[in-house]
């Protein structure tokens, strides 16, 4: 069987693997000039940066089974234990986010109306229905507006770049949607999940963060890239960009081109691991309705904004992860992390490396806004919220127009339509993080089962 995976980002590289290793002929039609799509480190003057993800995190299997596979867990690279300590800025200081009940008590991080509404939680009663809301009116349901302002909002700022206002609570957390439906409330469910894992011996999420240690690669997220690259090279086709498709009786008809010429092959199969709007235009002729709904998932754009620092003198210790900024504080970025503290290798001896997130459906005009702009925005901000005045000894822009998939309200129904759609092209399959997650282990996670399906007829 001949399938093309169109998109050689991770989804479309991990679904080639697998379904090689399974035995199919498959092509990767890669676009830009490599691999690996949103994820991607640049390796400079002894700064490990990343364009994108910083990692994943081990509390899900999928992408700790794939680095398994690929036989690269020596190049895997935990966090350090600063990565625990969290930071919200909020009311004009940053302040720690509590890993536990007690430390949630002590906090300054809410008001004491604000615990005592968000400890109600316990009270509240289950939605009856199971019709799909905003994340902001789950959150104003269930744990009062100012739990949403202060913990939840800069949380979907910083993982989704997204706005809880259109955002959908099944889509975007799937978990906590079920944790409702299954135990009645999110207390609840929390303790009866921390029972379940005290069971089982593993972790399970706290409030300052989702469940797992925050894991990347020695050479940062692109080691992983390079070594699906190193399975596929012969699979590969870089440099090529797809531009139709077509439903012929002997198979998918792929017209692609180097930007010189223009060819066309035909597969058995193809997987559509492009994002969604390149899907939609893909798909235009071959099945409206798909090409419709795909045109309705939108993308927060985002920039980030890397500095690297003289460690002497810097005037902050940077012990910890970072910090999420709340919409209320009415700031020009989402978040910053400390990488270097996270990941200590990602800036030479002496130096610091800061990665400062700016844009997303909070405020995108601001994510693409000039290079140097987005510099100045960022050490204005580092100035005012962390004190530091150095100027910095490194400097990378990395913009991202379309850069996380925001899974607005009726996400899901959208994507099951689509799925079920797809259903009467023979052969015709979606991979990418637009669908059932933005995460690296989303990601993982799909190609995985995608491959699977395929594979297994
Ligand atoms: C700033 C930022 C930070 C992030 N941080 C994290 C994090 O810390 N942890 C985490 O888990 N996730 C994070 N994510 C999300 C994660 O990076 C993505 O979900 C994941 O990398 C998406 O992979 P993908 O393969 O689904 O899509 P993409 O990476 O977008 O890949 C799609 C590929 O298709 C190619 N393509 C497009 N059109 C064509 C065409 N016509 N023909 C051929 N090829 C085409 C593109 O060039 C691209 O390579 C972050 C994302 C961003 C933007």
Known sequence: MRIAVIGGGISGLSTAFYLKRGGADVTVFEKEERVGGKMKTVREDGYIIETGPNGFLDGKPYTLKLVRALRIEERLYRSSDKARKRFIYTDGRLVRIPENPIAFLASYLLSWKGKLRLIGEFLVPPKKDNLDETLSSFAKRRIGEEALEKLLDP?????????????????????IYRLEKRYGGLIKGLIAKMKEAKKSGKKASGP??????????????????????????DSLKIGV??????????????????????????FDAVVLSTPSYVSAELLKNVDPEISSLLSQIEYSPISVVALGFEKRGLGHDLDGFGFLVPRRERRKVLGVLWDSSVFPNRAPKGKVLLRVMIGGARQPELALLPEDEL????????????????????????????????????????VERIFQLAKKHRGLYFCNNAYTGVGVNDCTKAAEEMAGEILNG
């Open 155 to 175: 949380m979907v700022a910083g993982i989704f770049a997204g706005d809880p206002d259109k955002m959908s609570l099944k889509a975007t957390f799937p978990a």
């Open 208 to 233: 300052a963060g989702p469940g797992g240690v925050l894991t990347s690669f020695i050479g940062g997220v692109s080691d992983l890239v390079e070594a699906l690259e190193r399975e596929l090279r």
């Open 375 to 414: 510099v100045k925005i960022a050490l204005k901000e580092l100035k005012r919220i962390m004190k530091i005045r150095h100027y910095p000894e490194k400097v990378k822009v990395f913009k991202h127009e379309r850069g996380i998939p925001h899974y607005t309200l009726g996400h899901a129904e959208r």
């Open 241 to 266: 960009e797809v531009l139709s498709l077509e439903e012929t009786s002997n198979g998918w008809k792929i017209t692609y081109s180097d930007g010189e010429k223009t060819y066309e092959e035909v």
